[in-house]
């Protein structure tokens, strides 16, 4: 009996799935005008596929999706929807932030950071890499490290992780680490990406890692934002870093290049002035204005 409810739950599971990819499949084919017997024909295949794609009695390989995808001519955003609501990852084609075509996109991370001046902002792709900050982070880290120091800094992970850097400042910081890592961890296994697992492996090796990093992280519900302190005029003060993702609109957001989030401090203490640390006189590498 438990066995048959077992296989039921399975089988609609498989259902539901197919049903949203359904819906994908039908839309497409009206939004380009395309009748089943043309798109099987497309396809190398029969329109009775196509019909029981489209009712649901049938799901689609990953290699099918593709090439549906491209019988149809969709863009990167709706194949990648379309992988999505056949239950697989979205392809993952990285885009370089500095390429001339996303030069407007450099711009407006130009006037949010300098909108959110004084407040500690900076600016990082899907694998962390720092791409801008803004004179606040640079006034406020010029408090934790050393100028030349803060100026090596390219990765945010790396300066949280490094017990030397911004580690010593992050509070709770072994379920922090963990939480961080096991975002990581969820990410490779779903996308598979190299690049995802590399960064994970290098992160791992840090000191400052807990050994049980992934039961703690089991126990603590992921958050866009952790706590920071640090002692300024001889008193601690404690911070929330806040993160935001400044990316694609729609179900696959998360994974559309480039990926981006803007992390900001803000003070536990509503008295606290950021503009008493801005120093107009600092500069880093990633601060463009």
Same mark, same amino acid.
């Given at each position: 009996?438990?066995?048959?409810?077992?296989?039921?739950?399975?089988?609609?599971?498989?259902?539901?799935?197919?049903?949203?990819?359904?819906?994908?499949?039908?839309?497409?084919?009206?939004?380009?005008?395309?009748?089943?017997?043309?798109?099987?024909?497309?396809?190398?295949?029969?329109?009775?596929?196509?019909?029981?794609?489209?009712?649901?009695?049938?799901?689609?390989?990953?290699?099918?999706?593709?090439?549906?995808?491209?019988?149809?001519?969709?863009?990167?955003?709706?194949?990648?929807?379309?992988?999505?609501?056949?239950?697989?990852?979205?392809?993952?084609?990285?885009?370089?932030?500095?390429?001339?075509?996303?030069?407007?996109?450099?711009?407006?991370?130009?006037?949010?950071?300098?909108?959110?001046?004084?407040?500690?902002?900076?600016?990082?792709?899907?694998?962390?890499?720092?791409?801008?900050?803004?004179?606040?982070?640079?006034?406020?880290?010029?408090?934790?490290?050393?100028?030349?120091?803060?100026?090596?800094?390219?990765?945010?992970?790396?300066?949280?992780?490094?017990?030397?850097?911004?580690?010593?400042?992050?509070?709770?910081?072994?379920?922090?680490?963990?939480?961080?890592?096991?975002?990581?961890?969820?990410?490779?296994?779903? /996308?598979?990406?190299?690049?995802?697992?590399?960064?994970?492996?290098?992160?791992?090796?840090?000191?400052?890692?807990?050994?049980?990093?992934?039961?703690?992280?089991?126990?603590?519900?992921?958050?866009?934002?952790?706590?920071?302190?640090?002692?300024?005029?001889?008193?601690?003060?404690?911070?929330?870093?806040?993160?935001?993702?400044?990316?694609?609109?729609?179900?696959?957001?998360?994974?559309?290049?480039?990926?981006?989030?803007?992390? /900001?401090?803000?003070?536990?203490?509503?008295?606290?002035?950021?503009?008493?640390?801005?120093?107009?006189?600092?500069?880093?590498?990633?601060?463009?204005?």
């Amino acid at each position: 009996m438990a066995h048959s409810v077992a296989r039921s739950s399975q089988i609609m599971s498989k259902n539901e799935i197919s049903s949203v990819f359904s819906r994908f499949l039908r839309f497409w084919r009206s939004v380009h005008k395309v009748s089943q017997e043309e798109l099987a024909y497309r396809l190398d295949s029969s329109p009775r596929h196509i019909s029981r794609l489209e009712n649901g009695s049938s799901r689609p390989s990953e290699a099918m999706v593709t090439e549906i995808g491209e019988a149809l001519s969709l863009g990167s955003r709706d194949r990648n929807h379309l992988l999505l609501a056949a239950g697989f990852a979205p392809a993952n084609e990285g885009r370089d932030f500095n390429s001339p075509e996303l030069k407007w996109l450099r711009k407006a991370m130009i006037m949010n950071l300098r909108a959110l001046d004084p407040y500690p902002t900076s600016v990082v792709d899907g694998a962390a890499n720092l791409l801008m900050v803004n004179r606040g982070w640079v006034s406020f880290y010029s408090h934790v490290v050393e100028d030349e120091e803060l100026n090596n800094v390219s990765n945010l992970y790396d300066f949280i992780f490094d017990r030397q850097g911004a580690g010593n400042i992050i509070s709770d910081w072994e379920d922090t680490l963990s939480a961080i890592l096991m975002s990581i961890q969820q990410t490779a296994l779903f /996308t598979n990406d190299e690049t995802t697992k590399a960064t994970l492996e290098r992160l791992q090796q840090y000191p400052s890692v807990p050994e049980d990093w992934q039961q703690r992280a089991a126990r603590t519900e992921p958050m866009a934002s952790f706590k920071v302190q640090i002692p300024i005029d001889g008193t601690l003060k404690r911070f929330f870093s806040v993160g935001t993702m400044a990316g694609a609109l729609g179900p696959n957001a998360f994974a559309s290049e480039p990926r981006l989030s803007i992390f /900001t401090l803000y003070p536990e203490d509503d008295s606290f002035d950021f503009d008493a640390l801005l120093d107009e006189s600092k500069t880093h590498p990633l601060l463009f204005y």
